[in-house]
């Protein structure tokens, strides 16, 4: 479209491109892709899902460069159809989706996987920003809150039903992050937050079994360390040995000798800490902090408010995912399964992020008035 | 910059929440990038506490994760008689064990493994506790499995992770019950006596000598395990070996015991309780000792089970109880060596002396009475014909006090210092004793007692055994000795041992050939010679000690060749009647046997006649 029709216009655009998130984004994705190989290889195969996680990187490129290229206002326009194929694409799953690790979380076309979860995340931003951007009053009263909290609510329930208490922590990330960007008052902000905190013990019963446990062992790892606790003791026993220089790629014993559960999905960071010590994990760290905060800062030089809480939305997720998976791995947070972004092994994952980094580049590079 | 887009005056809005909406919406982002921050930054202090501070901790966790140590269990040392015949040897045999950090569901896996071995299920959990304060090491649950039981466990090794099959020897004793008092047994090592082997080496649930040779010898026949560290993953398979110490064999422990003879005593004394002590006067190396009724040592081999030691222990015949060193008995006329000597040595008798025996011997009220009035008998006489009126004589002659130090010379009433573990130290009386103990003065007929080996005189076989040897050789007073020598495990000869002199007797040389011309006669035309063996001069006295449990007890104690002495026997037969009856022929018995394996030595020694 325009973005490749005019040559001029696109050094123009260029111009603007985030070179830092750009760099950041690719780092973490290579980062990812050395460790995933790590993580999973052994002696019959030492390349392990090293190809699988090739074709995820060369396909999320495509979608990266697609999303910046693409006027992120047209997918605004759609937002009706998006957001009525969020919830088709959710609700199909927890009828017809395919079973792992005792949630309903995949959905299988031919043979390609998808975990619809992860796309209703985009989807979410995507048509949040876009309502939130037509909305020409400031917001004043609690109610003022409703109709957006009403626009979040159905795809929450869905997906907390599959179940899948992480994803729905992460929407919830990412609305408030947006209506903070919004400028909704601080008070009803901190009520909205205090209000689900309130609610939380009433969803205590929702819960499985597992995800229960998940929840006691994170207040005491010692009091099932060879169930529910031992991941995350092994995940801190991997990352401390490390020490500061770590064992070396393909070097880690709580990787190689299968000590470490998960070890190239939720556990990934644990790798790092292993086989790159805290040099690794610090600078992993520093990479997606560096990129959140140059997600933030184009949302700010975004030209329209859908940018910016297209922006600050990305960042939400992105951000919220980050500090809850490291968290996870060294204790400060409970196992609530969700990956590391562009690090973990996981296509859909993978392809979301990507996607979220190019929306992000593409309000970047449309941050002038000039071409629009 | 874009213009902010709510922009309000401050102060200018009358609602309270103005100064909140003022807020520019670059602001908000600029917060929200501090709070990323923060958050950031306090993963980042948790990785340097995890990672730096705690990183040589955690580390070690990580090495535990992955290190097993096992033992590789060192064959102990065998147990050789004198001509290296094999009394106690080693078999291969598998162990099974719980490793109780990696049984992570001990409720699914002991049932099962109950089921396999036959254990009850209560066992294996009280072992799983005993592991428990060193999770890393094996606690052994059974030993010596058969080769089926292992098959099984090794198919199921995945359900039945923290299981774990070692190879470990188990002892054998070839001949079961021959000799299983001198050879001991073994057990697992007590809490105690852990405590104090610890350092070198024992952990919970090995065996440990707790009886004979086996107890005695344990630090040396007992080896150095050696010690394999293998990286295990996660499912507990074992990918490669670190590290390796090759362990030691125990040292091999040759023993003076004959076990031809020591069979013989054995054959002797079946369906009887009683001892028989074989013993060479030059050394005071043992060539037998038996004690009967005896028990199987196999049994202990694996570690007895509950019932069977219940059942050994708790027999009234007590068979476990070494009958030769750790039980003392009323010595009766054996004690009558003591009594003639003493009196030899104090000149109140000579080999020519006479005396008149009408049967018995008046004393005040009382009247002691022999079995038979011997008439007039000479020294010689009195003692072949074992006649107590001349020894009653003789005691009251040489008084209570000359009686117990002559006692004391021959080494009666303390341990003789075999090697083997129990000894008791018997018994010889004196005023002191009996009024301290009984609470009543010591009478004359206490002494006339005593010269005849009644009354509280309590002796043991191999004490009986160190006194004849003593007046055999001409008056030293050897410590017994049922060891000979110590092979390493390749077979060199790395220590012997020698006589141990423990004193001697300090009598003159007369004194004791009149005595033992007495011995001689004994066997020769007195009450001992059913002892006799044709062709061997046989010396020795019969005993028939009376006491309070019953029928007296059988006493020979001889040597041989009566001129030229290299063998001693001492036969006790527990409720015998007569000595010369019940205990001679053993005596002759070993006599014969040890007379026809010289006679075979001598005519296969190359240059004889």
Known sequence: ?372 | MRPPRFRLVPGSDPRPDAPERAERPSARLASLAVALTVAFGALGVRLWQLQVLQGEYYAQLADSNRLRVHRVAAPRGLILDRRGRPLVTNRPAFSVSLLPMELEAPRRVLPELSRILGVPEAQLWARLEQGRSRPFEPVRVRRDVGIRVVTVLEERRHELRGVVVEAEPVRVYPYGPVGAHVLGYLGEVSAEELEALRPRGYRPGDLVGKAGVERQYDGLLRGDDGEQVVEVDAAGRPLRVLREQAGRPGQSLVLALDWDLQREAEAQLAGRAGAVVAMDPRTGEVLALASSPSFDPNAFAVGISERDWKALAGDPRNPLLNRATASAYEPGSVFKVVTGLAALQERRASPGSRFVCTGSLRLGRWVFRDLQAHGVVDFTTGVAQSCNVMFWLLGRSVGPEALAQYAAQLGFGRPTGVDLPQEVEGNVPSRDYKERTWGEPWYPGDTLNMAIGQGFVLVTPVQVARALSAVANGGVLLQPRVARAVLSPEGKVVRRFGPVVQGHLGVRQEALAALRRGLEAVVARGTGRAAAVQGLQVAGKTGSAETPRGRPHAWFAGYAPARDPRLVVVVLVEHGARGGLAAAPVARALFERWWAGQEQAAYARPGSP
Request: proline share 6%; glycine share 10%; aromatic share 10%.
């Open chain 1, 1 to 372: 479209m325009s973005a490749v029709a005019a040559p001029r216009s696109l050094r123009r655009r260029l111009r603007h491109l985030d070179w830092v998130f750009l760099v950041c984004t690719l780092t973490l994705v290579a980062l990812g892709t050395v460790v995933v190989t790590s993580a999973t290889s052994t002696p019959d195969q030492p390349l392990g899902l090293l190809r699988p996680r090739l074709v995820h990187v060369v396909v999320g490129l495509f979608v990266l460069a697609g999303f910046a290229a693409v006027p992120y206002r047209s997918l605004g326009q759609v937002w009706k159809a998006l957001y009525g194929g969020n919830l088709a694409l959710l609700a199909l799953t927890d009828l017809v989706g395919r079973a792992a690790l005792g949630a309903q979380r995949w959905l299988t076309l031919g043979p390609v996987s998808l975990q619809p979860s992860e796309l209703s995340k985009l989807a979410l931003i995507v048509t949040l920003a876009w309502t939130l951007s037509h909305r020409r009053e400031p917001f004043t009263r609690p109610a003022d809150l409703l109709p957006y909290l009403l626009h979040a609510v159905p795809p929450f329930v869905l997906v907390f039903l599959q179940p899948d208490l992480g994803t729905s922590l992460v929407f919830a990330a990412i609305v408030l992050g947006m209506l903070w960007a919004a400028g909704v008052p601080r008070r009803h902000l901190g009520g909205l937050v205090a209000a689900g905190l309130l609610a939380a013990p009433l969803l205590w019963p929702l819960l499985k079994p597992y995800q229960r446990m998940r929840l006691v062992v994170f207040v005491d790892p010692g009091l099932d360390p060879l169930g529910a606790g031992y991941n995350l003791i092994q995940s801190k026993i991997a990352i401390g040995s490390g020490g500061l220089w770590g064992k070396g790629l393909f070097a880690g014993t709580q990787n190689t000798l299968q000590f470490l559960p998960m070890q190239h999905t939720d556990f990934v960071f644990a790798v790092i800490g292993e086989e790159l010590g805290f040099v690794g994990t610090v600078a992993a760290l520093v990479l997606f902090w560096a990129w959140c905060v140059r997600g933030l800062r184009v949302a700010s030089v975004a030209r329209d408010d859908f940018g910016r809480y297209l922006c600050v939305g990305v960042v939400s997720m992105v951000a919220f995912h980050t500090l809850v998976n490291v968290g996870m791995t060294v204790g400060l947070a409970p196992t609530t399964g969700i990956p590391l972004p562009f690090v973990s092994y996981g296509g859909t994952s993978l392809l979301v992020n990507l996607a979220g980094a190019g929306l992000v580049l593409g309000v970047g590079l449309r941050r002038s008035k000039i071409l629009f």
